[in-house]
């Protein structure tokens, strides 16, 4: 007596269904954490490559098309990545440059003991010296003091070693002057910047097409002039070493 043959199945097993869902729900998944993140061209290659490799069933082939990302209507795009993070790096290597500059500056005016003449700090428009008038000049007067010479000669010296744009800031307090020379503190404030240049670039080997002189008068107090030490603090010529990454505009 012949026996049923039981009825073959035609086409895949019943459980490739299953698995086949499985794997294209996990595809989905990660083509929409791909897409949403930043393409890096490079690991969008190797990503499509292995695709293309290999094969998820061995009837399948390759279901990623490969598309170069950084290749659009033949133009080479820059990876986002890259090019943000070489800025970085840039920007910081100009930022490690005006503090290691500072810290020379602090350094020097300490080996030549004038750290008490002149404080430095560093601020948007590059390493700030602060010189007081008294270190300077007589009251009202905008000639350099032959006690102040050899600390400006040093000043010199130190600026023969950088080649940055300096400009020098004249300030006064807000006690208002009338004189044949100096009708206000306008004059006042702009002849000493000027007397300061003037004597850098004639005792040193420095370009006059670095400097810059200004006279602010009494416009720009650090401290509010109540008192004669605060006076005192107002009255100051100010060297601005100047970074090279800020505005001119606006430094000048």
Do not use: C
């Not at 006064?172 to 004059?187: C, V």
């Amino acid at each position: 007596m012949q026996r049923k043959r039981k009825p073959v199945d035609k086409g895949a097993p019943k459980w490739m269904v299953t698995f086949a869902d499985m794997i294209t729900l996990i595809l989905v998944f990660f083509i929409l954490l791909f897409s949403m993140s930043v393409v890096d061209a490079q690991k969008f290659r190797a990503i499509a490559e292995s695709f293309q490799q290999r094969q998820i069933f061995e009837f399948m082939p390759s279901p990623i098309e490969f598309v170069d990302p950084s290749d659009e209507k033949g133009e080479q795009r820059k990876d986002p990545f890259k090019e943000g993070d070489f800025g970085e790096e840039e920007n910081n290597a100009n930022e490690v440059d005006m503090d290691e500059l500072l810290q020379e500056v602090q350094e020097f005016l300490e080996v030549n003991e004038m750290t008490e003449l002149i404080s430095a700090t560093r601020d948007d428009r590059g390493v700030v010296l602060v010189l007081q008038e008294r270190t300077l000049f007589e009251t009202a007067e905008a000639e350099i003091l032959v006690s102040a010479e050899p600390f400006l000669s040093k000043v010199g010296t130190l600026l023969e070693a950088i080649p940055n744009m300096v400009k020098v800031e004249g300030h006064t307090d807000s006690r208002p002057i009338s004189t044949f020379r100096y009708p206000s503190n306008w004059e006042l404030s702009g002849a000493r910047a000027s007397s300061v240049i003037r004597y850098l670039v004639e005792t040193s080997d420095l370009d006059p097409k670095r400097f810059v002189a200004t006279g602010y008068g009494d416009t720009r107090p650090v401290v509010p002039n109540t008192s004669i030490e605060n006076l005192q603090v107002n009255r100051r010529v100010v060297i601005v070493i100047s970074d090279p990454n800020y505005d001119e505009n606006d430094m000048f």
